[in-house]
Nanobody, 119 residues
Framework: QVQLVESGGGLVQPGGSLRLSCVAS????????MRWYRQVPGKEREMVAG????????PYLADVKGRFTISRDNANSTLFLQMNSLKPEDTAVYYC????????????WGQGIQVTVSS
């Protein structure tokens, strides 16, 4: 079965960095676009970044462009999100997601991991 398992979250001070990882299993990772989303209580889940199958295309949410970098290692079925210059407003639960090729919609989600930016 499809599994997406995130790691690397935690507490960091403003201006700090974190690197999230998402290990995928149960499907051929290199055949799918992948995305990172985030959600805070009371708000809708929002897309932070996406990455095409070959990493050629990497769209970002405007608020994180220049600070976050999405990448992937197809050989090891792993998705990454490098987050630099973190701000308190980046505090959220971050989710790894697989994109269904025909619809462009997310068909599988990871369990989510907490990122807290606070002094």
């Amino acid at each position: 079965q499809v599994q997406l398992v995130e790691s690397g979250g935690g507490l960091v001070q403003p201006g700090g960095s974190l690197r999230l990882s998402c290990v995928a299993s149960g499907f051929t990772f290199e055949n799918y676009w992948m995305r990172w989303y985030r959600q805070v209580p009371g708000k809708e889940r929002e897309m932070v970044a996406g990455i095409s199958r070959t990493s050629r295309s990497t769209p970002y949410l405007a608020d994180v462009k220049g600070r976050f970098t999405i990448s992937r290692d197809n050989a090891n079925s792993t998705l990454f999100l490098q987050m630099n210059s973190l701000k308190p407003e980046d505090t959220a639960v971050y989710y790894c997601a697989r994109v269904e090729p025909d619809s462009g919609r997310v068909d599988y989600w990871g369990q989510g991991i907490q990122v807290t930016v606070s002094s």
